[in-house]
């Protein structure tokens, strides 16, 4: 049976990220149907909203008779409503939710292109030197200043530290730090002394030993590295740590970087 594809446009005045987030979460919720996305993002002048809508119109005319799903984010109404013309399925987030709240909060929403992505300048220096920090202690590389750390990540190898770290600097300014638990390490079944003062600050990732080998694998195929009985091994030992020194841990085997920061910022209230 050949799968159905489905024609999907993002559209916005600013980046698009919005829109394809939203957008995206509705998407995963039908199964069989493979979609074609494309984003149009700084959509922010009659011009550029005609050239959205020819292009959507071109694909609709190359796809009869299915339409495209069109989401949108765009907050000028004068856009909107040219965007609206289009030949597809518009779905408008911004008139979805705006108008529901000026009408509880009985007033006129500005309709101000930017608001949402406006720059607050100290936030955003702040995450550059968080992303800086991660970076200069990603993978143990350095210790030296673990005391400025809001969070250590600590687990075997390829089971998440990195991503999850980046991201946490990135989007929420926190500085985190990650050190791998090497063979050695979890031979000696302790922590090793760097990281013996910041207790509260460790958090353990774990995931399944056969997902791991297959990650490990991409890496360095048919190693003892990637073996399911050294990844095994390792996780073993690794919560076997985590549950003698108290330190919370989280397996990471389906879930997303999204998702595993998520819990480990409401896991730890008020220390990040």
Same mark, same amino acid.
């Given at each position: 049976?050949? !799968?159905?594809?489905? #024609?999907?446009?993002?559209?916005?005045?600013?980046?698009?990220?919005?829109?394809?987030? +939203?957008?995206?979460?509705? /998407?995963?919720?039908?199964?069989?149907?493979?979609?074609?996305?494309?984003?149009? &993002?700084?959509?922010?002048?009659?011009?550029?909203?005609?050239?959205?809508?020819?292009?959507?119109?071109?694909?609709?005319?190359?796809?009869? &008779?299915?339409? &495209? +799903?069109?989401?949108?984010?765009?907050?000028?109404? @004068?856009?909107?409503? /040219?965007? !609206?013309?289009?030949?597809?399925?518009?779905?408008?987030?911004?008139?979805?939710?705006?108008?529901?709240?000026?009408?509880?909060? $009985?007033?006129?929403?500005?309709?101000?292109? $930017?608001?949402?992505? $406006?720059?607050?300048?100290?936030? %955003?220096?702040?995450?550059?030197?968080?992303?800086?920090?991660?970076?200069?202690?990603?993978?143990?590389?350095?210790?030296?200043? %673990?005391? !400025?750390?809001?969070?250590? +990540?600590?687990? &075997?190898? *390829?089971?998440?530290?990195?991503?999850?770290? /980046?991201?946490?600097? +990135? !989007? =929420?300014?926190?500085?985190a730090a990650n050190m791998p638990l090497t063979e050695?390490?979890?031979?000696? #079944?302790?922590?090793?002394?760097?990281?013996?003062? %910041?207790?509260?600050? /460790?958090? #353990?990732?774990?995931?399944?030993?056969?997902?791991?080998?297959?990650?490990?694998?991409?890496?360095?195929?048919?190693?003892?590295?990637?073996?399911? @009985?050294?990844?095994?091994?390792?996780?073993?030992?690794?919560?076997?740590?985590?549950?003698?020194?108290?330190?919370?841990?989280?397996?990471?085997? *389906?879930?997303?970087? @999204?998702?595993?920061?998520?819990?480990?910022? =409401?896991?730890?209230? #008020?220390?990040?």
């Open positions: 049976m050949t !799968q159905q594809t489905h #024609g999907v446009f993002f559209l916005s005045d600013r980046t698009g990220i919005t829109a394809e987030t +939203l957008g995206n979460m509705l /998407l995963t919720q039908f199964q069989g149907v493979r979609f074609e996305r494309f984003t149009l &993002p700084f959509i922010n002048s009659r011009e550029r909203a005609g050239e959205a809508v020819a292009r959507i119109n071109a694909y609709a005319r190359a796809h009869r &008779p299915a339409k &495209p +799903l069109v989401f949108s984010t765009a907050v000028d109404d @004068e856009v909107r409503v /040219l965007l !609206q013309a289009a030949d597809g399925v518009f779905i408008d987030f911004f008139e979805s939710f705006i108008s529901r709240m000026e009408d509880a909060l $009985g007033m006129r929403a500005s309709h101000s292109i $930017g608001l949402a992505h $406006g720059i607050d300048t100290a936030r %955003y220096f702040h995450r550059i030197e968080a992303v800086n920090f991660t970076l200069a202690h990603d993978d143990g590389a350095s210790t030296r200043h %673990y005391d !400025q750390a809001d969070l250590i +990540l600590i687990a &075997p190898s *390829r089971c998440g530290k990195t991503p999850t770290c /980046l991201y946490l600097a +990135l !989007q =929420h300014g926190i500085f050695e390490i979890l031979a000696t #079944g302790d922590l090793p002394s760097a990281l013996t003062a %910041y207790h509260d600050k /460790l958090y #353990g990732l774990s995931i399944d030993p056969s997902r791991l080998s297959e990650i490990r694998g991409e890496r360095l195929a048919k190693s003892r590295y990637a073996s399911l @009985e050294q990844c095994r091994w390792e996780l073993i030992r690794a919560e076997r740590l985590y549950r003698r020194l108290g330190i919370p841990f989280l397996n990471t085997t *389906r879930m997303s970087v @999204e998702e595993i920061a998520s819990v480990i910022r =409401h896991a730890r209230p #008020g220390r990040i």
